[in-house]
């Protein structure tokens, strides 16, 4: 699982930094999940190394333009880079109606099936390997955060070790690898967990924008390996993030602190604190690390891979 940062900016864009977009790359499936799609998106996917026709499922947060702006362009240019077989799109009410009209006033026909899934707070999309999941932020429209929790899979089955013990190959190592508890003909017990290697523990990754500080932010982020979080105003400026209900680097901060996660990545900056300004972004990070020391500032085109995490460290933490 890596993180590729395509925009950072909130608001507007600006010279260093595109509005919202990450990718989510998944090697082991030749995918790539978007979250969300502001203006330029598709430009700045050209200039990384993500494939658009890599792109199967796009989950937005909710529905203002720096985060929606780019989606409609960057549908139109997918079917012309590779045909995708499918592109499934989560989103909040009025999602669906925004694409339709797009489609409708430009004259766009996708030559490929689009599927608009409007969420609800739960379980979004499920498979074998990952489960997605949202709740609702506090913005001033509908917003939602994303949960993306990769399961775990078994460790490796010892199949020599199955063998010198004269267990016969077939159906009985099938149940052997999920861990079952098998009887043998000669009336000898064998557990699959003592064949199996340590389980490798599946990643789990957050993101929330936009929003101010909420209980949900913490919930859909506990024991997250990464936490992407909105941080466009520094601390100094809190009235302003709760006017306009955004978070401040405070607020990203404690948002990970309270649930417990390994790596906090700040995000959605707004462009005030460009450089030779009273505040810039380091003052920003600066404040996020004195309450939750794991932070790192994104910048477009940051790529971030997501560690495993051993069974050891699990119960070290």
């Not at 977009?21 to 995918?31: C, G, M």
């Not at 498979?127 to 955060?145: I, K």
Request: glycine share 8%.
């Amino acid at each position: 699982m890596q993180l590729t940062f395509l925009g950072t900016s909130s608001g507007v864009p600006t010279r260093s930094r595109n509005v919202s977009s990450i990718a989510l790359r998944l090697p082991q499936r030749a995918e790539a999940w978007l979250f969300d799609c502001g203006e330029g998106t598709q430009h700045q996917i050209l200039r990384s190394d993500i494939r658009i026709s890599q792109i199967s499922r796009i989950f937005v947060t909710h529905m203002h333009g720096d985060h929606t702006y780019g989606l409609m362009g960057l549908l139109a240019s997918c079917g012309l880079a590779g045909n995708p077989s499918r592109i499934d799109i989560y989103g909040p009410p009025k999602l669906d109606e925004y694409l339709k009209a797009c489609g409708r006033y430009s004259q766009t026909h996708f030559s490929y099936p689009v599927k608009v899934h409007t969420v609800q707070p739960g379980v979004v999309f499920e498979d074998d390997e990952f489960v997605v999941s949202c709740e609702p932020l506090t913005h001033r429209v509908p917003a939602f955060g994303y949960r993306v929790a990769e399961k775990d899979k078994p460790g490796r089955f010892n199949v020599e070790q199955a063998t010198a013990m004269g267990i016969p190959p077939g159906p009985l190592y099938g149940k052997l690898k999920r861990g079952e508890t098998i009887t043998l003909p000669d009336g000898r017990v064998v557990k699959g967990t003592d064949l199996c290697g340590e389980p490798e523990i599946g990643r789990k990754f957050v993101y929330c924008t936009d929003t101010i500080y909420c209980d949900n932010s913490v919930k859909l982020a506990e024991d997250a390996d990464v936490l992407i979080h909105e941080a466009t105003f520094a601390h100094q400026d809190a009235e302003l993030a709760y006017q306009r209900l955004h978070s401040t680097s405070t607020m990203a901060a404690q948002v990970a602190l309270n649930a417990g996660v390994k790596q906090l990545i700040m995000t959605h900056f707004s462009p005030r604190y460009a450089p030779g300004n009273a505040i810039v972004l380091d003052d920003l990070l600066a404040e996020a690390k004195a309450i939750f020391p794991h932070t790192i500032m994104a910048h477009d085109f940051m790529v971030y891979d997501i560690p495993r995490r051993s069974v050891e460290a699990l119960v070290t933490a």
